[in-house]
């Protein structure tokens, strides 16, 4: 049985032995201590925080794996390069076509590996499109798949050190499937269908809330990182919480282990075979954001909702053995429109906007009062343009503008749609709120006029169903996020019916695009390209192989897993 061990005491001078020491306790790292358990190996996984499951346990639960034999059930076959073909559009001059080969080629295994060697299950959509679904080799299904469900109760004691949800995603504490399931939350008042399988997943919560304190149906990432758990914990591998490593191990050839904080004190863990980075990333390393992050020079410009433990130690530590980080891509991160939302206790919540820019009688506008994108692309494209528009600025802000029947039919943000109340939200100021246009550009310190103008202009054209300006609802992953039963276009309707609401959004991340320099193995590298023996990064340790672009719904976990994966049968295939 595992035991997920928050403290213990140890001297200075501890030594302890294991075959791979896995740094991070996310999806990247349960993924190769796992696989290397499987192999017969040794493995300690030392996580800094509290809690296991790293961003993975806020995350949507998403990868994106193709050719897999989910996507073959489905009835999507493709040929072996026609997803190179895609990232090697998306990446331009940032690909590297033996890291996703690799990918391309082992992620299928490691997706039949998880699926009927652990507890971990996934489930495929008949149609999720790529991102940029126009583009050369993209795919309009078969690539992107979402964790099942999991019964918390199956995690007996190690529920409690689950990596929370974020309490945004949440309705009374119940945390929304990002599948089929949120397409019914958001057309409860409009389907009988819908209203009754709200009904049903609401009573069941609230009697497993009266039964059991919280709500036992684990979706999304939550339901990953309790999959990987469990499988972890029938293994017996042992998860040390509280625990960062603060410095890596070398001898004259070889990182050898690393040092790990363990409540205070140091402990030396010997890895014989190899060590895993996959501390998650740089989000919250402030001095490596002033350097990479264009909107954020003082490096507090930017929000970002992963763990705040996710401070770059996995860099820093691969630098000082000769790592390289690799800064180059166009764009750092994962970017994500967020709004701050202010909670009962003080606090400020992040909230994620995924879905609601591309619903029907909603569209952004800059400072000057003026639309700047397609609302309805992807959130990383959208965080590019609001970058873009916001040059020059004191700040890098947009606002996402609704009328009062987008708002009560679709919501926005972290207002919820009809029937639930937002006047919590109008009192607190998240959400401003305008009798007219122009009241409401007032209340934002927009030009009137000018704001006044954009929705006429956009009107003119919305009535007909056309965006001529931007292209609402002209692509295919635009079409996938409106309101399929809105037409002629499902992502395009006036704003006229007043009062008029806005949301400030400002630029966000849910994960590391730069990170260190590694090869297909998933070794770390040298700057002269050569090896770092016993030295792996995976997950958002590592850089991306998109080529800091966003091609599909979960292009961080997909290879994160599979990279996990191939770093494991590296170093067992090494140590054979």
């Given at each position: ?164 949800v974020l309490p945004e995603l949440t309705v009374f ?398 170093i067992a295939d090494q140590a054979r």
């Amino acid at each position: 049985m595992l035991t997920f061990v928050l403290e213990m005491s140890m001297s200075v001078a501890q030594q302890v032995e294991c075959d791979v020491l896995v740094i991070g306790s996310g999806a990247s790292g349960m993924s190769a201590a796992i696989t290397a358990v499987s192999r017969g190996l040794k493995v300690i996984v030392a996580e800094k925080a509290p809690h296991y499951g790293g961003t993975t346990s806020r995350s949507g639960g998403w990868l994106w794996v193709p050719n897999t034999h989910l996507a073959k059930a489905m009835g999507h076959h493709e040929s072996p390069d026609q997803a190179l073909t895609y990232i090697k559009d998306q990446a331009g001059e940032h690909f590297d076509e033996a890291r996703t080969r690799a990918f391309l080629n082992h992620g299928p295994a490691a997706i039949d590996f998880f699926m009927s060697k652990t507890a971990v299950q996934f489930d495929m959509p008949l149609t999720f499109p790529d991102y940029h679904a126009e583009a050369p080799g993209a795919a309009q299904g078969g690539r992107s798949m979402v964790t099942r469900p999991y019964d918390a109760r199956e995690l007996g004691p190690l529920l409690k050190t689950l990596g929370p949800v974020l309490p945004e995603l949440t309705v009374f504490g119940l945390t929304i499937g990002s599948g089929k399931e949120i397409i019914h939350f958001m057309r409860a008042s409009r389907s009988l269908e819908s209203a009754w399988y709200v009904t049903k997943r609401l009573t069941k919560h609230f009697g497993e809330v009266l039964t059991y304190g919280r709500g036992m149906t684990l979706t999304n990432g939550n339901a990953l990182a309790a999959r990987l758990a469990k499988t972890a914990s029938d293994m017996s591998i042992p998860v040390w919480l509280s625990s960062p490593a603060v410095e890596l191990l070398r001898d004259e050839t070889h990182v050898t282990g690393a040092v790990v904080d363990r409540e205070g004190s140091r402990v030396n863990v010997k890895a014989r075979l190899g060590v895993v980075l996959a501390s998650g990333g740089i989000p919250h390393d402030v001095e490596r954001i002033k350097k990479v992050y264009p909107h954020a020079p003082n490096g507090m410009e930017h929000w970002s909702p992963t763990p705040s433990t996710n401070q770059g130690d996995g860099a820093r530590m691969a630098e000082a053995v000769g790592g390289v980080f690799d800064d180059s891509l166009p764009n750092a991160a994962a970017w994500t429109p967020m709004s701050l939302v202010p909670r009962k206790d003080g606090s400020t919540g992040i909230m994620p906007h995924f879905i609601d820019r591309a619903k029907p009688g909603v569209i952004a506008v800059a400072k000057s009062g003026k639309r700047f994108t397609n609302e309805a692309n992807s959130y990383h494209d959208v965080v590019q343009a609001m970058v873009q528009v916001s040059k020059g600025q004191d700040e890098t802000a947009v606002y996402l503008i609704a009328d009062h029947r987008a708002i009560r039919r679709y919501g926005l943000g972290f207002v919820k749609p009809f029937p639930m109340p937002m006047g919590e939200h109008l009192r607190n100021g998240y959400l401003k709120k305008g009798r007219t246009v122009a009241d409401l550009a007032q209340q934002l310190g927009i030009n009137p006029g000018a704001l006044e103008e954009t929705i006429r202009e956009y009107n003119d054209q919305a009535r007909f169903g056309r965006d001529p300006q931007f292209g609402r609802g002209s692509k295919a992953y635009n079409r996938y996020q409106g309101d399929a039963l809105h037409g002629p276009n499902p992502c395009v309707e006036p704003l006229q019916s007043g009062p008029f609401y806005a949301i400030k959004l400002v630029p966000g991340d849910i994960g590391s695009f730069m990170g260190l320099k590694t090869d297909a193995h998933s070794c770390v590298i040298q700057a002269d390209g050569v090896v770092i023996p016993g030295l792996y990064a995976v997950g958002n340790d590592a850089v991306s192989i998109m080529g800091g672009e966003y091609p599909g719904a979960g292009i961080t976990l997909g290879p994160g897993l599979t990279f996990g994966y191939i770093a494991a049968n590296h170093i067992a295939d090494q140590a054979r």
